[in-house]
């Protein structure tokens, strides 16, 4: 959905037609319709209707769009020799008096590229619209008092609806196909290949004439088709879309479908769009075969493929305003953004001196403590200069004990003033002494283990032999 679109007014020679719409959950929803019905195109019937429409509310919020009717323009499909946006542009400016009775000066024109071929041509669509229409409709607005968003016209608010259809997989995005869109007096018809306009055309034949004789818009529908294929505009048309606010078109369907040889098919416009009741009520049923095609397909429409006809001065006006709105929502922004984080500091710093204070209570609190634990260190550091190169006894015996296996059996254990550690025993086999020899060898504790002596003798009938062992429990023997 365009969001730069707040609100669209359709003018036509008998009515006009305010719309607004927008996107709920995924699917459209016309949140305004109104119809102020005219007779003529007039200036005089123009305002009032205008004024009515510029009291509401819808309106006064953010402006309207106006949608013109095709027949106000001029498009022409172009062959340039370059893919360049901006020598396009230059290009299509040259060719504006030659395609049209209108000069460079006369004019407001857009263009919108259709295609881009291998040749290094690009065929575009130039849309030229003179400018006493435009300021027109500007001085219209001025007297209505309502701010003039835009100025586009009704095709590409068929475009818009046809994408809004493409993607609920309604009609087939890819092949080209006509979109035709019939009103009370008048039809527009519309040839689209990729959600891109191709071309369009105005016929002056609408709802009133099909209903009696339909054979005049069936011709004017061929005709349209044969100039689309000669002048080689895109590809063979797929299908053809009748849109209409009128129900009962089967039989002409049936008709068009003969004569053109292809399939054709009928879709009302408010088809996948949510249409409040009371809106419902209040105009649909009272204007049978009212089309809402072009101002509600605006609001859907891809905003780079709506045009804007509005005076070159007065977009750059509108730019300066929007750009001055949004230089100083920035600077709010900023400052306000300042203010925040000047607020935000200055709670940290007042939570940070909080903090400190409650860390100084928690000190005073915990001075008795400190005090009793330095005088607990002072008494660990002196006991450890003590105690430190002594030899403790209980350390020295608990690991003995885990290295004495079973079969061996301890007489005698002395350790004199050079730290020499004298062990003496019996061993029950062999085998458990030489065991006990290597423990006590690999235990860091004992150092240069010697076996001084290991001599067998009998205990009445059990064979022993009586050892003894030296160590040293220091890293150098004391003098």
């Known amino acids: ?3 730069n679109i707040p609100t669209a007014i359709a003018m036509t020679d008998n009515c006009l037609k305010l719309v607004r719409a927008r996107y709920v959950r995924g699917q459209g929803q016309m949140t305004a319709l109104e119809v102020q019905h005219v007779n003529g195109d ?42 360049d946006e901006r020598e396009l542009r230059q290009m299509a400016e040259i060719q504006i008096s030659s395609q049209t009775p209108y000069t460079m000066d006369e004019v407001e024109y857009d263009i919108r590229v259709i295609s881009r071929d291998e040749e290094g041509y690009t065929k575009v669509l130039l849309i030229v619209i003179p400018k006493d229409v435009t300021e027109r409709f500007i001085d219209l607005a001025e ?49 689209l290949e ?26 004017q529908i061929a005709l ?12 063979p048309l797929s299908r053809f ?36 009741r009371h809106l419902r009520d209040a105009v649909l049923e009272a204007d049978a075969g009212l089309t809402l095609t072009a101002p509600m397909g605006i609001h859907f429409a891809d905003p780079k493929q709506v045009v804007s006809l ?33 607020f935000v500091w200055s709670i940290r710093l007042s939570e940070k001196e909080k903090q400190v204070e409650r860390l100084r209570s928690a000190v005073s609190e915990l001075d008795p403590q400190i005090d009793e634990a330095k005088r607990k260190m002072r008494l660990i550091e002196y006991f450890d200069q003590y105690v430190d190169g002594r030899i403790f006894i209980p350390e020295v015996m608990g690991q003995l004990a885990k290295l004495v296996p079973e079969d061996i059996s301890l007489n005698s254990l002395y350790l004199n ?11 029950q086999t062999r085998e458990a002494l030489n065991d006990f020899q290597a423990r006590l060898v690999n235990e860091p504790m004992f150092r240069k283990v010697n076996l001084e002596f290991a001599t067998s003798r009998r205990i009445f009938t059990m064979q022993v032999t009586d050892f003894k062992f030296t160590a040293s429990l220091c890293d150098e023997e004391e003098p």
Not at 197 to 215: A, H, K, M, Q, Y
Not at 224 to 235: A, C
Not at 250 to 265: S, W
Request: charged residues 20%; proline residues 4%; contains cysteine.
């Open 1 to 3: 959905m365009s969001k």
């Open 42 to 83: 007039a200036d005089a019937e123009l305002l009032p209707a205008l004024r009515e429409l510029a009291r509401l509310k819808a309106v006064k919020a953010g402006g309207a769009y106006l949608v013109l009717p095709r027949h106000l323009a001029i498009l022409k499909v172009l062959r340039l020799p370059s893919q």
């Open 143 to 191: 007297q209505a008092r309502f701010t003039l968003a835009g100025i586009t016209i009704s095709s590409f608010g068929l475009l818009g609806w046809f994408r809004y259809q493409a993607g609920r997989n309604r009609l087939d995005a890819k092949s080209p196909l006509a979109l035709c869109n019939i009103d009370l007096n008048h039809t527009e018809i519309c040839f």
């Open 194 to 219: 990729k959600q891109r306009l191709i071309f369009s055309r105005n016929v002056n034949v609408g709802l009133r004439e099909l209903r009696s004789t339909p054979d005049e818009l069936i011709q």
């Open 224 to 235: 349209s088709i044969k100039y689309y294929e000669s002048e080689r505009m895109g590809g």
């Open 241 to 276: 879309v009748v849109v209409s606010g009128q129900s009962d078109l089967q039989e002409f369907i049936g008709q068009l479908e003969g004569q053109l040889q292809m399939p054709c098919e009928s879709i009302s416009p408010t088809d996948g769009v949510s249409l409040p």
């Open 310 to 342: 509005l005076p070159r001065s007065i977009r750059a006006s509108k730019q300066n305003r929007i750009l001055k709105r949004e230089l100083i929502k920035l600077f709010l922004c900023v400052m306000l953004l300042y203010a925040t984080a000047l």
């Open 417 to 427: 003033e050079r730290c020499v550690f004298t062990i003496q025993g019996y061993a």
